[in-house]
Each structure stands twice: as structure tokens, then as C-alpha cells.
């Protein structure tokens, strides 16, 4: 099992004091190497791209993180239970009580499901989870990672991925700045809440399609 950057370092990288250095494969091999990999959205995404996160405040309940997701609740509940994907907004406390996820958890829910689909183990995923959980939004639309099968590495550069690849170790890619555009074009027509809003709350907490993330968008829009 390796995901940080020191593991890969020292599995997956070529020799470089006598193998070849990453610095002096050439741009048409480098095209070739990425001409191979199959690869779910883009690369990289454009630190502009990524914006600002306007999510903080808002919570989704469980149907919608499912929707969003592509899960089913079942593994919803699964995770949550096994602390391989819990919410961060709100967890269930009682019987009848709503877990509400934040936009990052369902974006770490939507990693998981296409790492499973890729046929790695929850064991191997449980390493990747624990390290994209730490990092930022905008910072995880700077990653993509690479499968094997057996286990998930991180790369945060073209040049990194093109090591995982002459090594014969990195078969699948996953761009999670792909799987955020996609969550974000998702969740506009999805209900959202607020996060600050108690679960027993005389207030309405659900605010309709979108519709909390939608004004924050548009307001932050008009101040620009």
C-alpha cells in the first residue's frame, strides 16, 4: 500500500542517482505515455478553474450525497458506519436524526466509487481517503490519481504521472478536478441546507434545488 508522495518516491520512481531521469523524456514520449492512460477528465485543472470554495455553510442529506455521488445508499450508510467516508456537517445521533455531508465529503464519496469501480480494495482506498480528506478543495482539483488495481498514487504534475507509467505501475487515472465539475453542474439541481440550522429547527431547513449554493454564487458574482 503506498498514496503519500514519499512512498511513491521510493517505489515508483527510477533510480536517480543511475536510471533515467523523469527531466529527459521527451515531449513526444511523454505525449505517448499520456496517449495511453486511460483517464477519467482532464488532468490537471487550471488553478483558476477550481475557484473559490463557496460550499462552506452547506450541508446535502443522504439521498442527495447518493445522487451526487453515484452511490447507493446502502454503501452510503456502509462508509458512514465504517468511518471510511463520515459527514462532516452533521452525523446521525439517534434514531431519525439526518447525517448532512458537505460538498468535499460527496466529492471524496464520488473518488471512492470510481476507485471501487477500478477494482481497488476499500483497504487500498481507505489510504487515499485518509489523505484527500486533508487537503482543500481547491488543492484536490490539482491531483489526479493512478491505479494499478491493488494500490492508489497520488501525482500532483504531468511529470509524476509519466514516472508511474514507465514504471508499468500506473494503469488507471483518476482527475478529480474532472469529478468536482462534475459534482458542481450535479448539485445545482440537487437540494442543499444550511449547515448552521439545528436538525429540529421550526425553520424550513432544506432550501430547494440548489438554491443556498445558488445565491451564494450569484452574490459573491455581484461583488466581483
Known amino acids: ?64 450525497a447518493c445522487a451526487a455521488a453515484g452511490i447507493t445508499y446502502r454503501q452510503l450508510d456502509y462508509w458512514a458506519r465504517t468511518s471510511l467516508v463520515v459527514p462532516t456537517v452533521r452525523t446521525a445521533s439517534g434514531s431519525g436524526s439526518q447525517r448532512l455531508y458537505s460538498f468535499k465529503d460527496i466529492l471524496v464519496l464520488k473518488v471512492v466509487k470510481r476507485l471501487l469501480d477500478a477494482g481497488v480494495s476499500l483497504q487500498n482506498i481507505r489510504v487515499a481517503v485518509d489523505t484527500l480528506r486533508a487537503r482543500g478543495v481547491a488543492d484536490l482539483a490539482q491531483v489526479t490519481l493512478l491505479s494499478d488495481g491493488t494500490t492508489v498514487y497520488e501525482c500532483t ?18 482527475a478529480v478536478s474532472g469529478a468536482l465539475r462534475e459534482l458542481r453542474g450535479s448539485l445545482e439541481h440537487l437540494p442543499s441546507e444550511r449547515a448552521d440550522l439545528d436538525e429540529g429547527s421550526a425553520e424550513p431547513a432544506v432550501t430547494g434545488a440548489g438554491d443556498e449554493l445558488s445565491q451564494r454564487r450569484q452574490r459573491r458574482s455581484a461583488t466581483a
Not at 161 to 167: I, R, T
Open 1 to 64: 500500500m503506498g498514496f503519500s508522495a514519499r512512498e511513491r518516491s521510493r517505489t515508483s520512481r527510477p533510480d536517480r542517482r543511475g536510471g533515467p531521469r523523469q527531466a529527459g523524456t521527451s515531449p513526444s514520449e511523454k505525449d505517448a505515455y499520456m496517449d495511453e492512460l486511460p483517464m477519467q477528465g482532464s488532468l490537471f485543472a487550471d488553478p483558476a478553474e477550481s475557484g473559490a470554495d463557496d460550499t462552506a455553510g452547506v450541508g446535502y442529506r443522504g439521498p442527495t
Open 157 to 174: 504534475s504531468s511529470e509524476e504521472v509519466v514516472d508511474l507509467l514507465q514504471g508499468g505501475q500506473g494503469v488507471f487515472g483518476i
